[in-house]
């Protein structure tokens, strides 16, 4: 994209010169300084890219038709980390019949990075529960009996939520979402 605006901008630069009747050294000036101003050009649309993507990301989650249960409508304690992706959520139910999307959201793409670790624990004493990841519409189910382990995915753009889903549910979950860093090689 940027080569073909560079492309574009130096044709223009040299039709102009043809038919403002400009000579060579001219041309050649107005080339040469469209060369030293490459890179220059080239950060200006990189940061143009940038602010749009990120008003794009702001009217995603604004206009989302799948949203964060907010913090007084959910059962237990969420301790939001730097977004709504990642944190830690408590929870002890008693006959819970309903849907909590504990953490997440629908942004085209995820500003502190796009791979995620989950640490769940959740204990059945009655009732069914299911707790899952929605990705776009699909449930990839984590638990649905009593278990605990880690889960690892990479944020899409879209819907992306880690969601209980409960009926007559009475029990506990304790879950942790966190980002995962790549490992810096050590020399």
Not at 110 to 121: F, T
Request: with cysteine.
């Amino acid at each position: 994209m940027t080569q073909k605006i560079i492309f574009l901008a130096l044709l223009l630069v040299f039709a102009l010169t043809i038919l403002t009747g400009c000579d060579r050294e001219i041309a050649d000036g107005m080339w040469e300084e469209l060369k030293d101003n490459e890179e220059g050009i080239h950060e200006e649309l990189d940061a143009l890219w940038d602010s749009f993507l990120t008003e794009v990301n702001d009217w995603a989650d604004a206009h989302a038709t799948c949203s964060l249960t907010e913090d007084g409508d959910l059962v237990g304690t969420r301790e939001a980390g730097v977004d709504d992706y990642v944190g830690s959520y408590e929870a002890s139910y008693s006959q819970f019949t309903g849907v909590e999307s504990i953490f997440g959201g629908t942004a085209l793409k995820r500003r502190e990075g796009s791979d995620l670790r989950v640490v769940y624990s959740l204990a059945i004493q009655s009732g069914k529960a299911r707790l899952y990841r929605l990705d776009g519409s699909d449930k990839k189910i984590l638990a649905e009996i009593t278990d605990s382990g880690t889960y690892e995915f990479t944020v899409h753009a879209g819907k992306n939520f880690i969601v209980l889903e409960g009926e007559q549910f009475t029990g506990n979950l304790s879950l942790t979402v966190e980002s995962v860093f790549p490992e810096i090689d050590q020399w």
